[in-house]
C-alpha cells in the first residue's frame, strides 16, 4: 500500500486490512433514542446492564423510561462489579442465562459494557468459563456465531468497549488482568450521548481521558498489518491487525482533539465543549484500536490492576470498598517509558503525535522523537495530577519481576507492538516507569 505509506507486504504477510465498528449514534441527547432502537431490533425482553453508582442517575433512568415505553419488558442486572473478575462475569452470565432475554441495553463505563458482552456470550452459546478467555491464560477457542443485539450506551469518555469486541476482566487465580476477543462480542450499536459526562469528577475524565490518548496512541505506533503473517483464512484475521490506513485516521482526529480539550474538560466540569470533544476523541480511538489493536502499556497495565491489592491503591472519586488501579491509570503509567523506546520504530509517528498534542518546538531530530513524545505525557501527567509512574501508584523496584511476569501472559498485546518485548525488556520499561519526576 504505497498510497497509504505502508510498505508493500512480502511474501506470506497481510496484504489487506478489514474494517469492523458497531453502528454508531452520537450526539448530546441520543440516549433517548434507546428505546426505538431496541425495538427495531424486534427486542421483547430486555436485559439492562449497569451498576450500583449509575442506577441511581438520571442517564439509568432515562434508557429505561425509552425502553418500558417502547414496550419493552425490562430486567435490570445492577450487580456490576467495577473492573470485573471471574467471578462477577460468572455470576452476569448466570443472570442472563435464567433472565432468558432477546437483547441486552447496558449504560455504564467500560466494566459494565464487558459485562454485558460476557454474558450475551455465555448465556448464548454456554461453555466452560476458560474456553472462549485469551490464550495462554485461557484456551482460546473461537467464538462460534453471533450473539443477542446489545446496545451499548458509555457513560465516560474512555474505553471504547462501546465499539470493540473486546471484553476484560480480572482473573483472580491468575492475578492478572486478561479478556475474551471476539467480533462477536462487539456490540451491535453503540449510542454515545456526550450529556453524561457532565457529571462525572474530576478524575474520572482524567483517567478515561488517558485511556483514550493511550488508544490513539499505542495504534498509531503499532506494528503495520502488513508485517503480520497472513491469516490461515481470510475469517481468522485478528482485531488486532497493527497500525492500517483507517486506524490512522482514527487516531490522528483523536489525538487533535486530546491535545486541544482534554486538560480543559478535567479542569471545569462546565465545559461541554470539552467534555464532548473528549467523548468524540473517545469514540474515535475506540473504532481505531478495536481495528489496529493497542500494545505495550495496556499489556503492562493488566499486570499492573491485577496487582493493585498488593499495594493497596485508591484513587480519589473512584470506589473505595477495595484497592483499584482504574484502568486508564494503569496504563497512562508505563506509557512514558514505552514510548521512549518505541521511538526509533516509527520517529515521524511518534514526533506527529507530540505535535497533536501540542508539543510546539520547532525541529525534534529523529533521535529525540520518543523522548519528546514521552516528555509530553510527563507533564500532562503532572498537570491533571495523576500518580507519578507506577512508583506512584505504590509499586518498588522489587515488585518489577513480578510486574513484568504479568505482562507477559498479555500475548496478544505484546505481539502488536513496533519492537520485539523479551522479558528483560519488560523489566527495564518497568523500572523506567517507577517514577518520572
Ligand atoms: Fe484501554
Redesign the pocket.
Known sequence: MLCCRFAPPEAGFEGAFTVDASRVTFGRGCLAEVGDRAAAYGIKRVALFTDRRIVGLDHYRRVERSLRAAGLDVVTFADVHVEPTDASFQEAARFAKEARPDGYVSIGGGSVIDTCKAANLYATHPAPFEAYVNAPVGEGRAVPGGLAPHIACPTTSG?GSEVTGIAIFDWVAHKAKTGIASIHLRPTEALVDPDVTATLPRTVVAASGM?VL??ALESFTARPFTVRPSPARPTARPMSQGRNPWSDIGCREALSLLGRYLVRAVEDDRDMEAREAVMWAATLAGIAFGNAG?HVP?AMSYAVAGLAEEVGYHAPDYPRDEPLVP??IS?VVNAPAVFRKTGPSSPDRHIEAARLLGVRERTIPDDGAGETLADRLVELLRVLGLPNGVGGIGFSAAQVPALAAGTSLQTRLLTNAPIPTPPDLVEELFRGALTYW
Open positions: 474505553t485511556d493511550c488508544h493497542v495496556h484502568h486508564g496504563v
